[in-house]
Nanobody, 123 residues
Framework: QVQLVESGGGLVQAGDSLRLSCAAS????????MGWFRQAPGKEREFVAA????????YHADSVKGRFTISRDNAKNTVYLQMNSLKPEDTAVYYCAANPVGVSSRGRGYDYWGQGTQVTVSS
């Protein structure tokens, strides 16, 4: 089993940067693909980015491509989401999740989820 705890959210202005972290418990962290998802008020959860177990392959949603970067440090059991050039439409609760099978943009494939961290971007 994997427990995930996100941190790093906050209130920023448009154009600012934030780095989200997701700390995982358990010795099998490196065997999981990891993903970031977000959910804005009144909207469905959407895929943001994913990374395979080694960090060698990454995928980003078109809406964040070129602005956000997912990475991981298996020695620290942590996955990151570097968010640059933030926009008001990036405002959401951001969740990290672990997928035992592989990288996916579908939330259904992820077995473990964190509690989320709020990101608010003011204009």
């Amino acid at each position: 089993q994997v427990q995930l705890v996100e941190s790093g959210g906050g209130l920023v202005q448009a154009g600012d940067s934030l780095r989200l972290s997701c700390a995982a418990s358990g010795r099998t962290f490196s065997s999981y693909a990891m993903g970031w998802f977000r959910q804005a008020p009144g909207k469905e959860r959407e895929f943001v980015a994913a990374i395979n177990w080694s960090g060698g392959s990454t995928y980003h949603a078109d809406s964040v491509k070129g602005r956000f970067t997912i990475s991981r440090d298996n020695a620290k059991n942590t996955v990151y989401l570097q968010m640059n050039s933030l926009k008001p439409e990036d405002t959401a609760v951001y969740y990290c999740a672990a997928n035992p099978v592989g990288v996916s943009s579908r939330g259904r494939g992820y077995d473990y989820w964190g509690q989320g961290t709020q990101v608010t971007v003011s204009s």
